[in-house]
């Protein structure tokens, strides 16, 4: 037998084939275990020259290296180290045993300690995996137990931590995105796995609550999965576990609680676990999983996946109320884009007319009608102005209506509409400067909806800047990353109203005070827009001493340096 010149405390070896050698009483014989070449890895390096050689436990050093690619170590039992060979230096550098005896390396340190963090990391989990599972083989030992025993402890050891794992990585997939039909799809797989099932289905109940309809599947055949939604009142096992609480089926082919059981036997599916899906009591749909084997599951994998199952029952129901929120927004949008489509009209023809008795084509007007003809006018220019924002909010947020984003030079377009606006400026004799970069910035966008960003922004630094205050616009790359920032020297925003800042209609106590008029929706837009180019956008300010608002877009070419103009 050719094996490699390692040493290893156990009983087991590897050749240079990757079977397992097992010792017998110190002697080498042949044997092959995926179990333990799953949960050990690879070794490194054996201190054995030829086979026959009695091995005395404890007493010899091995390096082991994970399918993940994390080092591990193992020292004699009694905290000696016995033969640190070459190879082992080179890898890992100096090696010290512990002081207490338990037969780990507490110390490594190698000569490149980047290479040493991508070998070895004690937080890993697979690392930790390896730890519990050598300790529980020394406890064991050293407790006498037989070997089917710590074997035994071992399985369970490494069942539980799997478990753990699928639990810690379906509540962070839960978690952190609201798409369903990717979480689910996870979901099943991690779960098949977990319980070492043939498959894994996921099916939710329809609005009639009548029908359960496959929502993701794992490991089950497609002619499995077209026999079509199951029916509540005709599946007794489902009205079981939509009652509450997991259902056992042990031999599956024969259980007469089955819809289709034709097309279990067909499946090869003999057993079978059945999880409700709870949000707040009431079921919206079942978990299953699939095994081949007969009396495959009991109170132990039932308790685990009634555990998955509230998970992702509270994932479901996010992503649904997501959805209907964001159908409601629709709605409300469109709603929105077809009233002031039609208002338009009205207020246009209003308009006109009040300009034809203001010219004085109907009739003299005297000074009292005049100046209630110019407080009409005002007021449908206002009106005129909430249509025209509501049209832009509303357009944003209904795609069908708005632009596709396209390469917009954001250079030129931030010089011209400062440029426009520099009359206002003047008038309240305000020191307006801009910044632009002598590169060019690209970002993917629309030109008439940067404007509009720019104009609002802007705008309202001009408008809440007192008489000789000062306003700054900037055009900067910050990586990645196109960063324009209105700055000015005005009134500030309450600390209380900056949450509600971006939100529709909402108007901060001090900007109402200074001009009663407003739609509030100048910056909701800003933030619509924004979001809609992929960006983002923040604003800090004090009361009293000015504000900034700082806009993110992704770039698509890199500019240079500022320059002032």
Known sequence: MDIERYNFPEDRLYDRR??????????????????????????????????????????????????????????????????????????TGLVDADPYGEGWLVRLQPSHPQ????????????????????????????????????????????????????????????SSTLNLEQVLQMVTRRTAEALDAKGCSIRLLDESG??????????????????????????????????????????????????YPEEIEREGICSVLCCPLL????????????????????????????????????????????????????????????????????????????RVISGGYAGQVSSKQKELIERAERRILFLQQLIDDLLDLAAGKTEHIAE?????????????????????????????????????????????????????????????TPSGGRIEVSLERHDAEAVLIVSDTGIGIPEEALPHLFEEFFRAENARAIEREGTGLGLSIVKSLVDRYGGRISVTSRLGQGSTFTVYLPLLSRGGDDEMR
């Open 18 to 91: 990757h079977n397992w050698v097992r010792l017998e009483d110190g002697q080498v014989v042949q044997g092959l275990s995926d179990y333990a070449r799953q949960a050990a890895g690879r070794i490194l390096y054996l201190d054995l020259p030829v086979p026959g050689r009695r091995v005395l436990r404890g007493e010899v050093l091995a390096a082991l290296e994970a399918e993940r690619g994390i080092l591990r170590v193992w020292a004699a039992v009694s905290g000696t180290v016995v033969g640190v060979n070459e190879r082992l230096r080179e890898e």
């Open 115 to 174: 290479e040493l963090r991508e070998l070895h990391r004690p937080d890993d989990p697979s690392f930790k995996e390896w730890f519990l599972l050598h300790l529980s083989e020394d406890i064991a030992r050293g407790l006498g137990r037989p070997e089917r025993e710590l074997l035994s402890l071992r399985r369970d050891l490494e069942r539980a931590y799997h478990r753990l794992e699928t639990l810690y990585e379906i509540g962070r997939a839960t």
């Open 210 to 259: 009548q029908v359960l309809r496959i929502a993701a599947a794992w490991g089950l055949s497609e002619q499995y999965l077209q026999k079509g939604p199951v029916e509540v009142r005709q599946s007794p096992i489902d009205q079981e576990a939509l009652q509450g609480k997991p259902v056992i089926v042990l031999e599956a082919p024969l259980d007469p609680r089955f819809q």
């Open 279 to 354: 949000v707040r009591g009431r079921a919206i749909g079942v978990i299953r999983v699939y095994s081949a084997a007969c009396y495959r599951y009991g109170q132990e994998e039932a308790d685990f996946l009634m555990t998955i199952a509230s998970e992702v029952a509270v994932a479901i129901a996010n992503a649904l109320a997501y959805r209907k929120l964001e159908e409601i927004d629709r709605a409300k949008s469109q709603f929105v884009l077809t009233v002031t489509h039609e208002l338009r009209a009205p207020v246009a023809t209003v308009q006109s007319l009040l």
């Open 404 to 464: 596709a984003p396209h390469p917009v030079l954001l250079n030129p377009l931030v010089t011209r509409v400062v440029g426009q606006l520099r009359p206002v400026a003047e008038e309240k004799a305000q020191d307006l400067r801009v910044y632009v970069p002598h590169q060019p910035l690209t970002v993917l966008a629309v030109e008439d909806g940067i404007e509009r960003i720019l104009v609002n922004l802007v705008g309202n630094a001009l408008k809440y």
